[in-house]
């Protein structure tokens, strides 16, 4: 299937894990790709990983200058965005008693923050019939221990996509979520945890997922590529739940 052909689309945070697999098969289904990171060497290795095509920006996800920059680096490119996969974040994981203030913004800057100033600067660069698709995870609806920033800031943004998506109806712009369950991605070694504990972990994570197994990046892709598409035009303000059964059976 070509269903970008002629289409851009924006993925932050493409440049490992889930966004860079987001943003391969965006480019495998003819868009034109921008990606966003911090790392430039990571950078330009996700570049080349996605094709001719794909356009690299280092950016800050976190800050409301970085957002206004991103625009205008695009702006200046002359793109306008048809798609937007808002996935750059954080998830770091510690006892209650042990989150401070440094950790508890650090994850509301680029989980929350940094998406809710990212649409707003991006707004005059977006076509009509434009897809938003930010990504949430499934701990903002189970009460995992070490999890409390982490899931408070995912809750935000899912409240968020519901908000948005009634305020930028009116200029065809639709905003949708992901939540991935336990995925196969290089943030599980962000976690803040030892090696020891991040396999106890990862172990008891997926003693509870009903399928027995981590998802992979290409399966969250796939669902983010179904919510920017046109046969997803009629689903709005929407979360899909991808775990593996996780959260719900």
């Known amino acids: 299937m070509n269903r970008f052909t002629d289409k851009t689309i924006l993925v932050t945070g493409g440049n490992s894990g889930i966004g860079l697999a987001t943003a ?42 970085g957002a206004k920059e991103l625009a205008s680096a695009l ?16 998830a770091k994981l510690a006892p209650f008693e042990a989150i401070d203030e440094a950790l508890w913004d ?24 434009a897809s938003i698709v930010i990504n949430g995870s499934i701990n903002a609806h189970i009460g995992m221990p070490t999890s409390s920033a982490y ?13 948005l998506s009634a305020e930028l109806l009116p ?13 196969e991605t290089p ?13 106890a972990t990862a172990a ?8 027995g197994r981590f998802g992979t990046a290409a399966e969250i892709a796939s669902t983010v590529l179904h919510l920017t598409a046109p046969e997803s035009a009629f689903i709005v303000g929407t979360e899909i739940i991808t775990d593996g059964g996780m959260s719900q059976l």
């Open 24 to 65: 391969q098969a965006f480019a495998a289904e003819g868009a034109r790709v921008v990606i966003t990171g911090r790392d430039e060497a990571a950078l330009e290795k996700a570049r080349a990983a996605i094709g001719p095509q794909a356009i690299a920006i280092r950016n800050d996800a976190s800050s409301v200058a």
């Open 106 to 129: 650090q994850t509301f800057n680029v989980n929350v923050k940094g998406p809710y100033f990212q649409i707003q600067a991006l707004l005059p660069l977006l076509n009509k019939g």
């Open 171 to 183: 200029r065809g712009a639709r905003v949708n979520v992901v939540s991935p369950g336990p995925v």
């Open 151 to 163: 899931a408070a800031s995912k809750a935000a943004v899912i409240s968020l996509a519901k908000t």
């Open 204 to 211: 008891q994570i997926q003693s509870q997922v009903p399928l």
């Open 187 to 199: 943030l599980y070694g962000k976690l803040g945890l030892d090696q020891a504990s991040l396999e």
């Open 75 to 90: 702006g200046a490119k002359g793109l306008r965005l048809d798609g937007i996969f808002l996935n750059a974040g954080v």
